[in-house]
């Protein structure tokens, strides 16, 4: 195990939530944390030189697109992802499971690894858990994800349980396989998936095995998969029960204020999700008293900030009339300031709620910053 990978700063008195710090190869990354999605090593419309101005220490890249173009082996002739992409803080990669299950056109899984089609010209690939590690230590990413097997809500039982003893079996085969790359050099680390569907005692089963591995962190997957809120929180919330509160928990495809707020709640340190930049594209701003739709007519006379409380560059220079305006020009400039200004407002939301926990006061905060956030008064 790495030494002092993770070290808990403060843990709230009122709720399981709590601040930290992830000592990782391209620096510090402070805890909790938001990571913007940089799909095929970018973040959509957001330039890297962004990015560091508003302070994100960490951000993902997903392996299934980089691993399809331009490929692992150009990226790593490039530099790796830092070198690729010239981003260098740290890179999360995700280990395309879940790509392969919500993408591609085939996905036929055997004990060994999965077959499937890519989605953009049909060719046949096949990821196993050890050639999935290989590819991202190619990528050089900071934290590198276990190939698991995703499943939806509304699945059998029999097929979770299967979906699981896969998904653990290739956790014990991607810890042997980053073992070996450590002792090549290889400097990011591995975190396992805690599967088990919707289905307590796999979940339970598995946040325990899962815990135990000799890894520095892990992840919580199998939520956020198009199951109501309640059922999420709910499912969260017994899943962490059985997690080792020594390691970071990440929990994957997060990104709006109440998930969030919740899964911090929870003890949860990391999270990222492609949602404030998509929804930017369409024209749809945080505001702290909720969510604008700046193509409305009733903005098109309006000339203050989007948000008068936030101090990101668009907010101190721009009005609602112009970003409407540019928005219904369809000028790339409006994906560029709404994804920049999301991303703000996240990262923004995430200080204010370090600051919460170090206080004592997360869920005075969860509640005074929620009731603001669905007022309706925007
Ligand atoms: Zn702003």
Not at 125 to 145: A, C, G, R, W
Request: glycine share 8%; proline share 4%.
């Amino acid at each position: 195990m790495i030494k002092n990978f993770f070290e808990v700063h403060h843990e709230c008195k009122n709720s399981l939530a709590r601040t930290g710090v992830i000592h990782l190869p391209h620096g510090d990354v402070q805890t909790p944390v938001f990571m913007p999605v940089g799909t095929k090593g970018t973040v959509k419309a957001v330039d890297k030189d962004s990015l560091e101005e508003m302070g994100f220490e960490i951000i993902l890249a997903n392996t299934y697109h980089m691993y399809l173009r331009p490929g692992a082996d150009i990226v790593q002739e490039g530099g790796g992802l830092h070198g690729f992409t010239k981003w260098n803080r740290n890179f999360l990669t995700d280990s395309g499971g879940f790509q392969v299950w919500s993408l591609s056109k085939l996905r036929k899984i055997d004990p060994n690894g999965i077959t499937f089609r890519s989605d953009i010209d049909g060719s046949k690939h096949y990821f196993t858990p050890e050639n999935v590690v290989q590819t991202q230590t190619k990528l050089n990413s900071d934290i590198q994800m276990q190939l698991d097997v995703c499943t939806g809500y509304d699945v059998k039982r029999k097929e979770a349980e299967k979906a699981l003893q896969i998904t653990t079996d290739w956790a014990n085969r991607a810890v042997a396989e980053w073992k070996k790359q450590q002792e090549n050099g290889y400097k990011g680390v591995l975190f396992p998936i805690v599967q088990g569907n919707f289905f307590d005692d796999l979940r339970k089963e598995s946040a325990q095995f899962v815990s135990e591995l000799d890894t520095p962190g892990l992840a919580i997957g199998g939520l956020s998969v198009g199951e109501p809120a309640d059922v999420f929180a709910e499912k969260l919330q017994y899943t962490v029960q059985y997690i080792t509160r020594s390691k970071p928990r990440y929990v994957m495809g997060i990104g709006t204020p109440e998930y969030i707020f919740e899964a911090v709640a929870d003890g949860i340190d990391m999270f990222d999700c492609v949602q404030p930049t998509r929804i930017a594209r369409h024209g749809m701003y945080f505001t702290r008293k909720g969510m604008v739709s700046i193509k409305q007519k009733r903005y098109e006379h309006d000339f203050t900030p989007v948000d008068p409380e936030c101090n990101c560059k668009v907010c101190r220079t721009y009005s609602r009339a112009y970003l409407r305006h540019i928005f219904r020009e369809q000028e790339i400039l409006s994906s560029m300031l709404a994804s920049y200004h999301n991303l703000y407002f996240l990262n923004d939301m995430i200080h204010q709620i370090r600051d919460a926990i170090n206080q004592d006061r997360f869920e005075e905060f969860r509640r005074e910053f929620l009731d603001r956030f669905h007022s309706g008064e925007v």
